[in-house]
Nanobody, 123 residues
Framework: QLVESGGGMVQAGNSLRLSCAAS????????VGWFRQDTGKGREFVAA????????NNADSGKGRFTMSRGEAGNTVYLQMDSLKPEETAVYYC??????????????????WGQGSQVTGSS
């Protein structure tokens, strides 16, 4: 399973780092992505990282502000979010990709999902 942590309430313009820890499954060797979903909206791609951390894909909305990384042990990934905006309030989910290097923006290409972590940006 995947477990997200690090969410909370943050003032607009501030930073937050989300963590995604795996247990019982491996993240090493797979691409990992982050998605978010606000109430009443569809699940939106945020960012993805490939198995070796050599390649990343960010949604346009987060370019220059959001950065994914992997922990040294390989079974944790992080999403550093800087200069958060109130409209980025959502539940943030991490997900394991089906392949090692597919930085897909489509949630159907991810097979394991966490329960989500609420991020609330206040103005």
């Amino acid at each position: 399973q995947l477990v997200e942590s690090g969410g909370g309430m943050v003032q607009a313009g501030n930073s937050l780092r989300l963590s995604c820890a795996a247990s019982g499954i491996l993240l090493g060797g797979y691409a990992v992505g982050w998605f978010r979903q606000d109430t009443g909206k569809g699940r939106e791609f945020v960012a993805a990282i490939n198995w070796s951390s050599s390649n990343r894909n960010n949604a346009d909305s987060g370019k220059g502000r959001f950065t994914m990384s992997r922990g040294e042990a390989g079974n944790t990934v992080y999403l550093q979010m800087d200069s958060l905006k109130p409209e980025e309030t959502a539940v943030y989910y991490c997900a394991r990709g089906k392949y090692s290097s597919d930085l897909s923006t489509t949630y159907g290409n991810y097979d394991y999902w966490g329960q989500g972590s609420q991020v609330t940006g206040s103005s």
